[in-house]
């Protein structure tokens, strides 16, 4: 069991008022070229629908013992509205430990997050029950990246991305609360790996959100990067098209979206110089509307020492070409989808890790959502494992 370090009271009431006044509107659609990303003019934007309003911060260090000995790597979150209970989800690939996740009871409130209390870990199981092994034991070794809570039947449907070297396809399963095996959905060939050939996903560029429509009836799978036939990655100089699908319930494609994905906004200073942008979560708030989670790090000194910028976008599907059958998104020819920026936390002075989960928390007794940010700490001692909390007000 662990408690989460708060941030100062006074500190949270500066960053709030920085992210009421920091909020700004954006909007982006692309099809005039090859992984460019444009702005659209002032009638095409999306209509502000929500702003968030920063409660506060915590985090949360290992421990020699207990549950919090291999904590780390969360990737994925959800909570159970019936019960209150949180799940966390750690991209380990077995390594410190078997593939799994963690639950958890988060006390938070309008006043921020009081206490993060890390109540079992539970592995996830191949389909003959036995855990999932590690790269040198071989086999099927997951990359656990997304989790949300069914919220029909309540069974947890989590995502890996596979591993293009080992031949891993990207996956998408159903499992019990206890972790056990219940059944695949079937991913379109596009989402796919292919070894011998520069198509399909990309090596750890793959499966990063998963969101239901708040009916249940489908779920959305979101990429975090092109595909290979898409183009090139996020430069500093132009952006990139990741590929939404929308499933419904039996895993049948009911459409498959470009969502134009940001330029990496700020240069490296340091080590190697490396740099990305891409989608690393997202949220339904509607039947076609998504909150997404853009995370941005850079490398700013030796030892792989990075610092991120996350930026928050509400999108659209409305208008945009299913991309479903389209081969390639270089040519254009396809109308993407719109987006808006709801909030750049770097803008409103809000530190932040390397965030990798979101998911809608309690109702505020002015009836307003609250909504979770969690980071992978990527089993690193310069990151944290960081929780960040908002009140969502709608416009």
């Known amino acids: 069991?662990?408690?989460?370090?708060?941030?100062?009271?006074?500190?949270?009431?500066?960053?709030?008022?920085?992210?009421?006044?920091?909020l700004v509107l954006?909007?982006?659609?692309?099809?005039?070229?090859?992984?460019?990303?444009?702005?659209?003019?002032?009638?095409?934007?999306?209509?502000?629908?929500?702003?968030?309003?920063?409660?506060?911060?915590?985090?949360?260090?290992?421990?020699?013992?207990?549950?919090?000995?291999?904590?780390?790597?969360?990737?994925?979150?959800?909570?159970?509205?019936?019960?209150?209970?949180?799940?966390?989800?750690?991209?380990?690939?077995?390594?410190?430990?078997?593939?799994?996740?963690?639950?958890?009871?988060?006390?938070?409130d309008a006043s921020g997050i009081h206490s993060i209390r890390v109540t079992g870990v539970v592995p996830l199981r191949q389909a003959d029950g036995s855990v999932f092994p590690g790269q040198q034991q071989g086999g099927e070794v997951p990359d656990p990246e997304a989790l949300r809570i069914d919220p029909v039947g309540g069974d947890l449907v989590w995502s890996?991305?596979?591993?293009?070297?080992?031949?891993?396809?990207?996956?998408?399963r159903r499992a019990s609360r206890d972790g056990r095996f219940i059944?695949?959905?079937?991913?379109?060939?596009?989402?796919?790996?292919?070894?011998?050939?520069?198509?399909?996903?990309?090596?750890?560029?793959?499966?990063?959100?998963?969101?239901?429509?708040?009916?249940?009836?489908?779920?959305?799978?979101?990429?975090?990067?092109?595909?290979?036939?898409?183009?090139?990655?996020?430069?500093?100089?132009?952006?990139?098209?990741a590929r939404f699908t929308r499933l419904d319930r039996q895993g049948r494609v009911l459409g498959q979206y470009a969502y134009p994905v940001d330029p990496i906004p700020l240069p490296p200073t340091g080590g190697r110089r490396r740099a990305d942008n891409g989608v690393s979560e997202i949220l339904s708030t509607d039947a076609g509307t998504l909150l997404v989670v853009e995370r941005s790090g850079r490398e700013v000194e030796e030892g792989a020492a990075f610092r991120f910028a996350i930026r928050l976008y509400e999108a659209s599907v409305a208008g945009a070409t299913d991309v479903s059958r389209t081969a390639s998104l270089q040519g254009g020819g396809f109308t993407a989808m719109r987006k808006r920026l709801v909030l750049d936390l770097s803008a409103a002075g809000i530190d932040t890790d390397n965030i990798e989960g979101a998911a809608w928390g309690l109702r505020l007794p002015n009836g307003n959502a609250t909504l979770l940010l969690v980071s992978d700490d990527n089993f690193h001692p310069l990151q944290i494992n960081q929780f960040l909390a908002f009140e969502v007000q709608r416009r």
């Open 1 to 22: 069991m662990g408690q989460a370090r708060h941030l100062s009271a006074a500190r949270a009431a500066l960053r709030a008022a920085a992210v009421t006044l920091g």
């Open 26 to 108: 954006a909007g982006c659609a692309g099809t005039p070229g090859p992984a460019a990303v444009t702005p659209v003019a002032a009638g095409q934007q999306l209509a502000p629908s929500f702003a968030l309003r920063f409660l506060g911060g915590a985090t949360l260090a290992r421990q020699p013992e207990g549950n919090l000995r291999d904590f780390g790597g969360i990737s994925g979150i959800d909570r159970d509205a019936a019960t209150g209970v949180w799940y966390l989800l750690s991209d380990d690939r077995s390594a410190r430990a078997p593939a799994r996740f963690y639950t958890a009871a988060i006390d938070l």
């Open 160 to 172: 890996s991305e596979g591993d293009r070297k080992l031949g891993l396809n990207p996956f998408v």
């Open 183 to 241: 059944a695949e959905l079937r991913l379109p060939e596009n989402l796919h790996v292919h070894p011998e050939a520069e198509l399909g996903v990309r090596d750890n560029l793959a499966i990063e959100g998963l969101a239901f429509t708040p009916d249940a009836s489908s779920l959305w799978v979101s990429m975090e990067a092109p595909l290979y036939e898409d183009g090139p990655v996020p430069t500093l100089q132009q952006g990139g098209f």
